[in-house]
């Protein structure tokens, strides 16, 4: 039932009624196109009314901007879309789907980060409850649909949507030695491992070269890298042209011939 009322809530008369789509809309300060940036944009082409939140910088006027908006607006959209990150992206989430509520509008869970399922476990009850107060929850990554089935059983799995026309296929048929990691320089991402490798394949390919592409997340991983790599004495072997726009990926990553990847969790990036 709760499903069927979203639906209906959505479309009225045949008439495409507004979506309210909040998360972090950072591109034009942090060069990096989140997946919910793309979903607004293909919204808005395909003819359907969007209001999005938030683009402010600094977590706490984010966080006002969203709650904010989710009340100030809510006679102006029908439901609404809510990314859903682990740690203190987590209470946001859960601040602005209470205010849904208050405003009696549905809406819709989306599952993000490795490390939800960790902090599930953390905090059970929390999670249960939010999830359960959705009408729908989707999630891109097959790893979370698994992890978090227990928290609610239903969960949909909705892959990112890709572009394929701007990934151009290239037959190598003699791969060269040019690796390429794309990621945040987060630890979850174990960017550390990357340097590693490199010492150890540079012992059979003395040619070997990676390019690690990715923004700082500040939370010390890219230092502990660069460290590793001095230590190994590879760093003259890898580049660092740190975070890029989303459309120059498929371009970054024709330059390499081998994706490395060394996370320690699978959240279904693009890459």
Known sequence: MAK?????????????????????FLSSTHK????????????????????????KPGRLPRLFD?????????????????????????????????????AGKPYILTL??????????????????????????TTPSLFLLERMAPYRSDLRLLPNALDLSSY????????????IWLRAFSAIYN????????????????GIHLTMIGPDKEDGSLQEMRQAAMELGVMDRISLPGGVPKTEVPDWMSKGDIFLNTTNVDNAPVS
């Open 4 to 24: 069927d009322k979203c639906a209906a809530s959505l479309k009225w008369a045949g008439e495409k009624r507004p979506v309210l789509l909040v998360g972090n």
């Open 32 to 55: 990096v196109l989140d997946v919910c940036e793309e979903l607004a944009g293909q919204l808005a082409a395909s003819g359907w009314p969007i209001f999005t939140t938030s683009s």
């Open 66 to 102: 969203m709650i904010h908006t989710a009340w100030s607006k809510r006679h102006q959209y029908a439901a609404a879309q809510v990314d859903v990150y682990s740690g203190s992206a987590f209470l946001w989430a859960e601040a602005v789907c209470w205010m849904l509520r208050r």
């Open 112 to 137: 993000h980060g490795g490390g939800l399922p960790d902090f599930a476990r953390s905090w059970p009850e929390r999670v249960r409850h939010l999830l359960c107060s959705a009408v729908v929850v």
């Open 168 to 179: 151009k296929f290239r037959v190598r048929q003699r791969p060269q030695l040019h690796l």
């Open 191 to 206: 960017p550390s491992l990357a340097p590693k490798v490199v010492a150890r394949l540079a012992l059979d390919f003395p």
